[in-house]
C-alpha cells in the first residue's frame, strides 16, 4: 500500500479554497470552527493512539482536516457529519488527495444523535473535534450506541474538557463528569491554542480521553436508574443530597433513607460523590421497581 504524504493534508490555504469553491462559511448555529494547521490534527491522532487496525468514528468532520490525519493512521474511518454540503463535499475531497484510501472511508450524513448503527465493522476508536453546543450530549449518545469504542478523543471547549475530566470534589465536577466515568476513565489530554481553527473561536480548547472501562461499573440498578440519582443531585447544586433527592425519592425523609442504606450522608452534596456511589444510591431507591427513569440521560448539566 502506498503511504499518504504530507501533501494529503489541509493546510489554511486549502480549507478556505475548499470552503470557497462550496460556499461554505462557518456558522455558529452549529459551532462550527475548521482546523487548518495538519500539525494539530497529526497530534490528536498520535495522542488518541490510533492504530493500523482500528475502525474510528468521527463527528462533525467538515472539511476533512482531522478525517484524512485518520485515514494516514486507521484501518478504516466513518465519518458522521450533519451538515449537507459538507457531507456532499467530503467523499470528493477524500478521493482527491487520498485516492488510495477512499475505500477505507464511509460517510453517514446525519445528525449524530440519531444514528443508531454505522456501515462496516463496528468502531473501536472515537476521534473527533466536536461542535461546542452539542460536545456532551453527542459523546455520551456515540459511548453508549456503540460499546466497542474502547478509546476516545475529543476536542471540546476547554471548559467542557475541564467539567468532563473533573474529579469529585472539584468545583466544576458536575453531570457531564459523572455520566462520562460511568462509561470510562477520564482525562485531560492536552490544551489546543486558538489559532489552528477557522474562524478563531473565542474560547480556548482542550482534548479529553476516555477509555473504556475493561469492567462495567458493579451495580443492580440501570443506566437510567443511576442517571435519574445523578439529574436530581445536581439539580439544585447547593442543596444537600437529602434535600436535592426529595422529588426524586417522594420526600425528603424516604431520601435519606435511600442515602443511608447507600452508606452516604444525607448532607454530603452532589459534587462529593463518586460514580459508584450514585449507583449504591440508585440500587436503595424506594420503590424501585417504578422508579421514574432520568428525564435526559445524554443532557449534559
Do not use: C
Not at 41 to 60: L, M, N, Q
Not at 98 to 108: G, S, Y
Amino acid at each position: 500500500m502506498t503511504s499518504p504524504t504530507s501533501d494529503s493534508l489541509l493546510g489554511p490555504a486549502d480549507i478556505r479554497e475548499l470552503a470557497a469553491a462550496l460556499g461554505v462559511r462557518p456558522t455558529k448555529q452549529r459551532g462550527q470552527n475548521f482546523v487548518i494547521d495538519a500539525n494539530t490534527v497529526r497530534r490528536i491522532v498520535r495522542t488518541a493512539g490510533v492504530r493500523p487496525d482500528d475502525v474510528v468514528v468521527e463527528v462533525g468532520p467538515g472539511l476533512g482536516s482531522l478525517t484524512l490525519a485518520l485515514l494516514e493512521a486507521a484501518d478504516r474511518v466513518t465519518a458522521v457529519e450533519i451538515d449537507d454540503v459538507l457531507a456532499a463535499a467530503l467523499p470528493a475531497t477524500i478521493a482527491a488527495r487520498m485516492p488510495e484510501r477512499a475505500d477505507r472511508f464511509a460517510l453517514v450524513h446525519s445528525d449524530a444523535m440519531h444514528v443508531a448503527e454505522l456501515p462496516g465493522p463496528a468502531p473501536t476508536a472515537l476521534v473527533a473535534n466536536l461542535p461546542y453546543n452539542v460536545a456532551v450530549p453527542v459523546l455520551l449518545h456515540m459511548l453508549d450506541t456503540f460499546p466497542r469504542i474502547e478509546r476516545t478523543l475529543v476536542m471540546v471547549q476547554a471548559e467542557v474538557a475541564d467539567r468532563l475530566a473533573a474529579a469529585p470534589g472539584s468545583k466544576v465536577y458536575g453531570v457531564p463528569s459523572v455520566k462520562a466515568n460511568w462509561y470510562a476513565e477520564v482525562k485531560r489530554a492536552g490544551a489546543i491554542g486558538r489559532n489552528v481553527f477557522w474562524p478563531a473561536p473565542n474560547v480556548d480548547s482542550g482534548l479529553v480521553s476516555l477509555v473504556r472501562r475493561t469492567e462495567p461499573i458493579r451495580t443492580t440498578a440501570s443506566k437510567a436508574e443511576v442517571f435519574a440519582v445523578v439529574d436530581a443531585a445536581f439539580a439544585q447544586r447547593r442543596k444537600t443530597l437529602r434535600a436535592a433527592l426529595a422529588g426524586w425519592a417522594g420526600s425528603a425523609a424516604a431520601a435519606e433513607a435511600a442515602l443511608v442504606a447507600a452508606g452516604v450522608s444525607p448532607q454530603a452534596r452532589g459534587e462529593s460523590l463518586t460514580v459508584e456511589e450514585f449507583a449504591r444510591i440508585a440500587e436503595a431507591a424506594p420503590a424501585r421497581n417504578t422508579a421514574p427513569a432520568a428525564p435526559n440521560e445524554e443532557s449534559g448539566e
